[in-house]
């Protein structure tokens, strides 16, 4: 059974810090992970992270992959209150796009 | 570009009752996905379709949940008769051609609570 596994599950920064969340993965026939930032309640679209595209970079957020290890991270820095949210890492295996999602890390940034 | 829309927002039922939710993708989407949201969980795949067809519905609890995209298009859920534990956010998804190297967009969810 395909798994992915977040953490941590919640975490609490104050405003201007530097969070990376974490997302490792046990699937067959990887092709994608994605992240998604959820507040309320329409997950939105953030990376998506490939074999043949292991970076990504947004203003102050940043992905990477690594195929090695079967895990991805998810880096914000200077942390805004506005990026509390929900985030969540899916993996997209075989031929069909479907999505395996962890259960989400909660973040909550406090000025 | 308009994105995916879903109705209701919420809904309360009681238990035993039936429910369906509408959901109508980005135009020109080939892929629409139903999911099932718990609290504190991540979505979770009900069924994807692509245009009119079932690509997987292996998650789908058959025995009261039925979905249908007859014309390619928007699509219907039906929750029929509805458990306590059916008490979740639906968020549909829609995709352009349905392959691994796309993204998927979601709607804003219904969330409903069985009673």
């Known amino acids: 059974e395909d798994k992915v596994v977040q953490s941590p599950l919640s975490l609490v920064v104050h405003e201007g810090d530097t969070v990376t969340l974490n997302c490792s993965y046990e699937?067959?026939?990887?092709?994608?992970l994605l992240w998604y930032k959820q507040e309320k309640k329409a997950p939105t679209f953030l990376f998506m992270l490939?074999?043949?595209?292991i970076e990504k970079k947004s203003g102050r957020l940043s992905s990477i992959l690594d195929k090695k290890e079967l895990s991805s991270i998810l880096n914000i820095t200077a942390t805004q209150t506005g990026d509390s949210a929900i985030y969540l890492c899916?993996?997209?295996?075989?031929?069909?796009?479907?999505?395996?999602f962890g259960k989400g890390t909660m973040l909550l940034v406090s000025p | 570009e308009a994105g995916v829309a879903q109705s209701p927002r919420y809904k309360i039922i009681e238990k035993r009752q039936s429910v369906a939710f509408w959901c109508n993708p980005i135009?020109?989407?080939?892929?629409l996905y139903w999911y099932q949201q718990i609290l504190g969980q991540g979505p979770k795949l009900l069924i994807q379709?692509?245009?009119?067809?079932?690509?997987?519905d292996s998650q789908l609890p058959k025995d009261r949940f039925s979905a249908e995209r007859l014309k390619g298009v928007d699509s219907t859920l039906k929750i029929q008769p509805a458990k306590l534990e059916d008490s979740a956010v639906y968020l549909c998804?829609?995709?352009?051609?349905?392959?691994?190297?796309?993204?998927?967009?979601f709607g804003p969810g219904t969330r409903l609570l069985v009673l």
């Open positions: 998804a829609s995709s352009l051609a349905g392959t691994s190297l796309e993204t998927q967009y």
């Open positions: 699937v067959t026939n990887f092709r994608s």
């Open positions: 490939t074999s043949s595209g």
């Open positions: 899916a993996v997209g295996v075989g031929g069909y796009s479907t999505l395996t």
């Open positions: 135009s020109g989407h080939a892929t």
């Open positions: 379709f692509q245009n009119n067809g079932v690509v997987d």
